[in-house]
């Protein structure tokens, strides 16, 4: 199989790197995460202009790309700049408008390709351990509309955010499959009460609380009960998109050490010379040519039939998970004292790279995952 990107991604992946490289050094990452919105808005506002959230979308819909290999594309310039500005939640959001999205609903797809509008998931609750068919927020019928009544935990840029997809239960148990259902619920309705605090790899995410929330019936997204499948499908975009940017930060966190090896002396000769360092790095090295091998694997999964396509996505989510920690743990130790620092860059994409793992499953979620899938 022939493995080299197009030029017009090869093209998009550069400008990326170099927009990325030139306005987000660490230090304007730093005031990003640190800020009110937990994002630069400059940056988030640029990249879009660059058209790294149209790749990320079909032109059907008005976007030029919408492949899973221009969302890896994406994704992985991301990574190589720590960029924390709130792409996954645009995609995400986004996939599940373009999978089941009336054409009213699909209207809001403008905003959010141009960056205007922030959409961020809200599906994640207390106990839920990465299965999605956990879902206890209660959806109830009044009238034409819905009532929405509970709530979401750590939902990405949910502060931020001016759009939000919520997962509800409108029948069955709490771990119910069936019963499921999606609702794109502005932000800033009546009833709504977000609780935000700071990532521990930059950023920020928000609690977010459903009192009493009155939706109109249009709010709906897809049929009732039937949002498990949309919201897999969604996800699992982000899931490819998470292990991508993982690659991105591999990458780079690859080039600091090996610079560091080049150029830390002990005993008047560069570390890099001595033959246990050198074969700690190369296990590195082969170790991250696996994780690219699995996202190309889930890549040209994504538009085969649900099996295939889930497994290579949970395939790709363990080994990102198993190797990401094994990068971030081998960069420090080869880094020694100083990889611990607030001031190298190193250690924060050490930090990212552990916390991409707790991302939409993680390395143990996606081993019995991938396990139970291959039993169907």
């Known amino acids: 199989m022939h493995f080299e990107h197009t030029e017009d991604r090869r093209m998009l992946a550069d400008t990326l790197d170099r927009f990325l490289a030139e306005q987000y050094p660490i230090e304007a990452r730093h005031a990003a995460a640190a800020s009110a919105a937990g994002y630069s808005a400059d940056v988030w506002n640029g990249l879009a202009e660059l058209g790294a959230i149209g790749a990320l979308f079909p032109e059907d819909v008005g976007g030029f790309g919408g492949d899973a290999f221009d969302v890896s594309v994406v994704f992985e310039s991301l990574g190589k700049g720590l960029a924390i500005e709130p792409f996954l939640g645009a995609l995400v959001v986004g996939r599940a408008i373009v999978a089941a999205g009336s054409d009213a609903q699909k209207a809001l797809l ?21 299965e ?22 750590v939902v990405l840029h949910g502060e931020a955010a001016g759009l939000l997809l919520v997962s509800a239960r409108t029948a069955g148990a709490i771990d119910d499959e069936a019963g499921i259902s999606l609702f794109l619920v502005p932000a800033d309705a009546a009833g709504i009460r977000r609780q935000g605090y700071p990532r ?5 995410v928000a609690d977010v609380h459903f009192d009493q929330v009155r939706l109109p019936a249009t709010a709906l997204l897809g049929g009732e009960g ?12 982000g899931r490819l998109a998470l292990c991508a940017e993982a690659v991105g930060a591999m990458d780079v966190t690859k080039q600091h050490t090996l610079e560091y ?39 040209a999964a994504m538009g085969a039939d649900r099996l295939t396509r889930e497994r290579a996505l949970s395939a790709a989510k363990y080994s990102i998970g198993r190797i990401g920690t094994q990068v971030a743990e081998e960069s420090i130790q080869l880094h020694g004292g100083i990889g611990m620092t607030w001031e190298l860059p190193l250690a924060h994409y050490a930090k990212r790279l552990v916390m991409i793992d707790h991302q939409f499953g993680d390395e143990d979620h996606h081993l019995a995952r991938y396990i139970a899938l291959a039993d169907h």
Request: proline share 2%.
């Open 261 to 299: 090896l080049r150029t830390r002396k002990q005993f008047g000769v560069p570390i890099g010379s001595f033959q246990a360092l050198q074969h700690r790095m190369a296990d590195v090295l082969l170790e991250i040519e696996q994780a690219r091998s699995a996202v190309i694997n889930a890549a």
């Open 110 to 130: 403008a905003g959010i390709l141009d960056g205007s509008t922030v959409a961020a998931l809200a599906h994640e609750e207390t106990g839920g351990h990465h």
């Open 132 to 153: 999605l068919p956990h879902v206890g927020l209660q959806a109830t019928r009044q009238g034409d509309g819905y009532v929405l009544d509970g709530a979401k935990g």
């Open 200 to 204: 521990v790899d930059g950023g920020r």
């Open 226 to 237: 039937e949002g498990l499948a949309v919201l897999e499908q969604a996800v699992g975009w």
